[in-house]
Nanobody, 123 residues
Framework: QVQLVESGGGLVQAGGSLRLSCAAS????????MGWFRQAPGKERECVAA????????YYADSVKGRFTISRDKAENTVFLQMDSLKPEATAVYYC????????????????WGQGTQVTVSS
């Protein structure tokens, strides 16, 4: 069993930065790949970034490449999403999730989800 709690969301102006954190509990956290998803009103949930359990592989959606960075601190059981050069279209609820699949990008491949944190980017 893995429990996930996101934090770090908020209101930021376009061009600004935010750093999201996802604190995980559970003894087997280190064996799970982790993903960050977002869902805007009226849109499907999409994967913006994912990282393998051993941090050797990462995935980024084309829309965030070069601006978002996913990382994990196994000692602290935490996953981060550094978001730079934010655009208004990044406004959404952001979720972290855990999966046993190597580097999953589809929501249905993930077993555990956090409650989400709101990110709002003003123009």
């Amino acid at each position: 069993q893995v429990q996930l709690v996101e934090s770090g969301g908020g209101l930021v102006q376009a061009g600004g930065s935010l750093r999201l954190s996802c604190a995980a509990s559970g003894r087997t956290f280190g064996s799970y790949a982790m993903g960050w998803f977002r869902q805007a009103p009226g849109k499907e949930r999409e994967c913006v970034a994912a990282i393998s359990w051993d941090t050797t592989s990462t995935y980024y959606a084309d829309s965030v490449k070069g601006r978002f960075t996913i990382s994990r601190d196994k000692a602290e059981n935490t996953v981060f999403l550094q978001m730079d050069s934010l655009k208004p279209e990044a406004t959404a609820v952001y979720y972290c999730a855990a999966t046993r699949v190597w580097l999953a990008v589809k929501p249905r491949q993930y077993e555990y989800w956090g409650q989400g944190t709101q990110v709002t980017v003003s123009s």
